[in-house]
């Protein structure tokens, strides 16, 4: 064993999935919730911390964390507003066109989302008159999308509102599961809901961060306890199979730092022939060991190296009088924070577009969160981009730091300044 890993200890519970065995492989230490914002009041209260430890299961290969809070803790209420990032809102804008087309989606069809947040996609479906579903446990993402017009049951998705619906006559010619899968606590019970309330011709897509951009791209940072499970699709194929589903198209995105779209079926459906798509990236998993557990203790110690650079160049700006302000309050913000134990003495304070977050101070770091204004207030010499994922929208957003001579600290995959 490398001298400067430590491997966590194997967990004493099941695979979510298969009920296999799970070995430990990355330990990233107490962790608060990381969508758990304080208010000011808040502050010198005991606040919650859970191990934040991944999972391999040697049976099945599905990566995942311990249920250490049970979901409806997490998500009956959501910090995460869907419609904040012009990006995202374009992706599924595009996405809208081309799945409407390629299925032929109109008045008579139904659209039925799982996870759908604010209704920053139905309202894309909802434009071109297809009749819409929403889904979501949030109560405060899902009035949101209320007051916009998309209708949304607030329930937690599985076996029992699958049926439920279909009992009220209602079915979906295409299912849409975006960025959900991994805050799944009961997979079984959410996969066999997606086959039941799909018509027998209908399409299911799911799109998930790829674990194997993931493990290439250095980004531990997408681990966090909302996160349950993490997929590739090689897992993801499995899966569906369990509950009388076949992949038969898989598409790759730039989205959460490199994600997959799978397209899924009724097994019964011969009018939807496997796609070479479907081989291919699953292929590219095997290539790269996503089935073996090497592969996830080599990813580790690479994590343990970007803390020790991270901080290094942190350590070394802050003793040359640097100031540094973060940008953005996403989850992934905090896991990177927490692990490496960064806080108001190193970054004076974060910025977001999302004004829920305004006024409130990031969990366990305690960094506040202000509007973006404050960045032209205060003029810092590094801006920390904490959803490096957008960096390129991000930093032609803020190209105005360089007036001052601010420059952008992105953080993964290693440490760069730009
Ligand atoms: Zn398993």
Redesign the pocket.
């Known amino acids: 064993m490398h001298k400067h890993s430590s491997v966590p200890v194997d967990a004493d519970i099941e695979?979510r999935?298969?009920s296999?065995p799970l070995a430990g492989f990355l330990d990233l230490g107490m962790s608060p919730l990381c969508e758990n914002f304080l208010s000011k009041d808040q502050l010198n209260l005991m606040e919650p911390f859970y191990p934040l430890v991944a999972y391999f299961?040697r049976?099945?290969c599905?990566v995942q964390l311990q249920e250490y809070v049970p979901p409806q803790q997490i998500f009956s209420e959501y910090a995460y507003f869907s419609s904040y990032s012009d990006a995202w809102l374009d992706h599924v804008r595009r996405y809208a066109e081309t799945i409407t087309q390629r299925l032929g989606l109109g008045p008579a069809s139904r659209v039925i989302e799982v996870g759908s947040n604010d209704g920053y996609l139905l309202q894309f479906f909802m434009g071109k008159g297809i009749p819409v579903l929403g889904i979501d446990p949030a109560a405060n993402v899902a009035a949101a999308a209320r007051a916009r017009g998309v209708p949304t049951m607030v329930r937690f998705f599985g076996v029992e509102v699958a049926r439920e619906l279909v009992e009220e006559g209602i079915q979906a010619d295409l299912v849409v599961g975006n960025n959900v899968l991994a805050q799944v606590a009961d997979l079984n019970s959410f996969v066999k809901g997606l086959a039941i309330i799909l018509q027998p011709r209908g399409v299911c897509t799911i799109e998930f961060p790829h674990l194997l951009k993931t493990m290439l791209g250095n980004q531990f940072d997408q681990i966090y306890h909302e996160h349950f499970s993490y997929f590739t699709a090689l897992a993801a194929e499995k899966i569906f199979a369990a509950h009388g589903m076949r992949i038969f198209d898989i598409e790759e995105l730039w989205t959460h730092g490199g994600s997959l779209r799978v397209y899924a079926c009724h097994v019964d459906d011969e009018t939807r022939p496997v796609l070479p798509s479907v081989a291919r990236l699953e292929d590219s998993e095997r290539v790269a060991g996503l089935h073996l557990f090497a592969t996830y203790a080599n990813f580790a110690r690479r994590v343990q190296e970007t803390k020790r650079k991270l901080l290094s160049f942190l350590i070394e700006a802050k003793s040359c009088g640097k100031t540094i302000a973060g940008y953005g309050a996403p989850g992934k913000g905090n896991t990177l924070l927490n692990y490496c134990g960064i806080r108001t003495d190193f970054i004076h304070y974060t910025v977001d577009r999302n004004p829920y977050k305004h006024g409130k101070y990031l969990p366990g770091t305690h960094i506040p969160v202000f509007s973006p204004e404050r960045i032209t207030e205060t003029k810092p010499d590094y801006v920390l981009i904490l959803p490096w994922n957008l960096k390129n929208e991000i930093t032609t957003q803020l190209s105005y730091i360089r007036d001052w001579g601010g420059r952008f600290i992105i953080p993964i995959p290693e440490v760069s300044i730009i």
Do not use: I
Request: hydrophobic share 25%.
């Open positions: 695979c999935f298969c296999g299961c049976n099945c599905l």
